[in-house]
């Protein structure tokens, strides 16, 4: 999967629990994303962070913080999950030129 | 920002026979147009892209077409299979380099 690598595969939350989503990349690519997917509506951007020690919103970032640990990581978190964040989750990384690809990604359901 | 509109939202199509999808965009400065392919419970995967130079671009069976006049690209599936079965999403990137805008996806279903 060309070093991109998310955990967990899999989360059920109560509303209002916390929870992070790890993401990391064995490639040494600057750019990395968080992106949300859910039924009619493609894929859209929550956070990316261009290179390390930077981080910038996409289109939806509410309920949502994440930190750029270091070049290899990436993580997403929800402070206090709620039921319209129930979605799957992909984090992706740039390849130079080229567009992102992404992790097999996190299916998270909010209860 | 950017804002790509994609249809139709889904396709059935004969096997053997073509499957075209249409998209949109909104930003003149987008530049870069990839097409992602994902099966049921996998990640998006990169099947075919087109850069803003160039109007057609074919890979075997798949081919993409982009009008920058009027701001907008199709995929086209020729000889359709079984495994073209899935769900397909056109992005755009625009002014900003950094980010990829998707279309809601069309899913394409393959009729033996």
């Known amino acids: 999967n060309a070093g991109v690598t998310q955990t967990p595969k899999f989360q059920v939350l109560k509303t209002g629990q916390s929870m992070t989503l790890q993401c990391a990349q064995d490639?040494?690519?600057?750019?990395m994303y968080w992106y949300r997917q859910d039924p009619g509506m493609g894929l859209r951007l929550i956070y990316y962070?261009?290179?390390?020690?930077?981080?910038d919103k996409g289109e939806v970032p509410n309920g949502y913080n994440v930190s750029r640990l270091n070049k290899r990581e990436f993580s997403l978190r929800l402070e206090s999950a709620a039921p319209s964040q129930t979605s799957v989750y992909f984090c992706a990384i740039r390849i130079g030129n080229q567009p992102q690809h992404f992790g097999d990604g996190t299916r998270l359901s909010i209860l | 920002g950017e804002n790509v509109e994609q249809h139709p939202s889904t396709l059935s199509v004969q096997e053997g026979d073509s499957a075209v999808i249409k998209c949109t965009y909104s930003d003149s400065a987008s530049n870069y147009f990839p097409w992602y392919k994902q099966e049921l419970g996998k990640r998006p995967q990169l099947i075919i892209d087109i850069r803003s130079n160039v109007g057609e671009k074919k890979d075997q069976r798949i081919a993409v077409t982009l009008n920058k006049t009027a701001k907008h690209f199709s995929l086209h599936i020729t000889e359709t299979q079984p495994e073209d079965s899935a769900v397909y999403f056109c992005a755009a990137r625009g002014s900003n380099d950094y980010k990829l805008s998707f279309g809601a996806g069309t899913t394409v279903t393959v009729r033996a």
């Open positions: 490639m040494n690519h600057n750019s």
């Open positions: 962070s261009a290179s390390e020690g930077t981080t």
